[in-house]
Structure formats: structure tokens, C-alpha cells
């Protein structure tokens, strides 16, 4: 913060990345509130960071949002969730438009905690369509470096799998 203070160019995207962990660590340790304070501030300077460097702020941006997402899913606040999560798809979109090899992977990550999104507020059905486009897109990937993006296909298989299960029940 204080190296922050003094040159916020040079180090408002090391205090970002340091909000990002520090909300991740204090979610692990069940300290939510906590947490969500912490991204929401790591959030504002992405914005800021993306309104005056888009193409090299938005990608940093979408991990925030994602990770914001996870937070406000931990207190209970599915729709605020929910719209972050879409934000953070809806830049990966932008980015995986323009360079599929660099960000599919990352929009199939988010479009999986979109559709875990999705679930939570009862949204069965648009939970597979997004989970099925995650799979989908993924899998490619999956193909070409199975060591890297073996896994993260089978665990969205597995979330496919499950709102499928869901769906039927329903």
C-alpha cells in the first residue's frame, strides 16, 4: 500500500494481485467478510487499471471478477455473484475472440463458475447450456495438453455430470 501510494503506476497492479491473494487466504481460513472486502478493494483498482489500459488490464480484471464471484457465492449473495461471474465471462468472450490460444482456457474456467452460479440460484437448466460450453471449450485443449487441461475437463465434466443429475430430478 504505501509503495502504492507513492507510485500507484508502477504498483497498483502488485497491490491488486496482493488483494486477490490475501482474499483467497482469508477465505480459507473462513474469514469471509474479510475476504470480500479485500477483492472488492483488489476490484476497484483493476477497473481503474483497465479504463486506462484495457488490453493489458481486462485479463487481470476477470480473475478479480472471478474471484469476487467465489466470495459473494461464500456469504450468500448469489445474485451479486452471479453478475460478477458474467462480467468476468463477458471479458474472457472479448479476449478469447481475439486470442483463442491465450484465453478459451480461462473463459471455460469462468463459464464453469458461471454455470456453479447458475445452480445456486436454481437456474438448472442455463447451468448445463454454460457447463456444456465450458466442456465444450475445454476440450480441445484437453486434447492438445493433457497434463494441463486433463484435469480441469474432467471436473467439468464432473459439474456437467452433476446438473445433469439435477436436471433430472427436477
Known amino acids: ?6 507510485n500507484p503506476a508502477r504498483f497498483e497492479p502488485s497491490l491488486a494481485s496482493s488483494l486477490n491473494n490475501l482474499s483467497n487466504r482469508l477465505s480459507d481460513a473462513g474469514r469471509n467478510p474479510e475476504a470480500l472486502t479485500a477483492i472488492e478493494e483488489s476490484v476497484a483498482i483493476r477497473r481503474w487499471l483497465a479504463a486506462d489500459n484495457p488490453a493489458r488490464s481486462e485479463p487481470d480484471l476477470a480473475i478479480a471478477l472471478s474471484t469476487l464471484s467465489s466470495r459473494l457465492r461464500d456469504l450468500g449473495s448469489t445474485e451479486e455473484a452471479l453478475t460478477a461471474i458474467e462480467e468476468s465471462v463477458a471479458i474472457y ?77 427436477s
Open 1 to 6: 500500500r504505501r509503495l502504492a501510494a507513492d
Open 93 to 169: 468472450r472479448r479476449l478469447a475472440a481475439d486470442n483463442p490460444a491465450r484465453f478459451e482456457p480461462d473463459l471455460a474456467s469462468s463459464l464453469n463458475n458461471l454455470a456453479n452460479g447458475l445452480l445456486d440460484a436454481g437456474r438448472i437448466s442455463e447451468a448445463l447450456t454454460v457447463i456444456e460450453e465450458a466442456v465444450e471449450r475445454i476440450e480441445p485443449r484437453a486434447a492438445e495438453v493433457p497434463s494441463r487441461f486433463g484435469p480441469w475437463l474432467e471436473t467439468m465434466r464432473r459439474n456437467r455430470d452433476q446438473i445433469r443429475g439435477q436436471l433430472d430430478e
